[in-house]
């Protein structure tokens, strides 16, 4: 079992930059690899970058490609999103999500959520 907590959304002008967290607890949490994920208003949730837990390979959407950084400290426990240069089209609400599948693809099925996290992006 593995619990996932969001944290760092918040409200940004168009150009700023947010920094998500994803805090993961359990006794396997560090295994798992991590998506980032996004629900725009109106939209289906789609990810938007993971990061596997052996290799630490990292992936993006081609809609945040060079905008966001994902990366995990040292005990693989916190997940981080670091968002920049943002657009209004980034505004959804995150979640972040662990499957036990040791690469990373932003298309596979995930075993546990967290509840989210709200990003704005507007003048």
């Known amino acids: 079992q593995v619990r996932l907590v969001e944290s760092g959304g918040g409200k940004v002008e168009p150009g700023g930059s947010l920094r998500l967290s994803c805090e993961a607890s359990?006794?396997?949490?560090?295994?798992?690899?991590i998506t980032w994920f996004r629900q725009a208003p109106g939209s289906a949730r789609a990810g938007v970058s993971c990061?596997?837990?052996?290799?630490?390979?990292?992936r993006y959407s081609d809609s945040v490609k060079g905008r966001f950084t994902i990366s995990r400290d040292s005990a693989g426990r916190t997940v981080y999103l670091q968002m920049d240069n943002l657009r209004p089209e980034d505004t959804g609400i995150y979640y972040c999500?662990?499957?036990?599948?040791?690469?990373?693809?932003?298309?596979?099925?995930?075993?546990?959520w967290g509840e989210g996290t709200p990003g704005t992006v507007s003048s």
């Open positions: 990061i596997s837990y052996r290799d630490r390979r990292t």
């Open positions: 359990g006794v396997s949490a560090h295994l798992y690899t």
């Open positions: 999500a662990a499957t036990g599948v040791h690469y990373c693809d932003l298309g596979q099925r995930m075993d546990y």
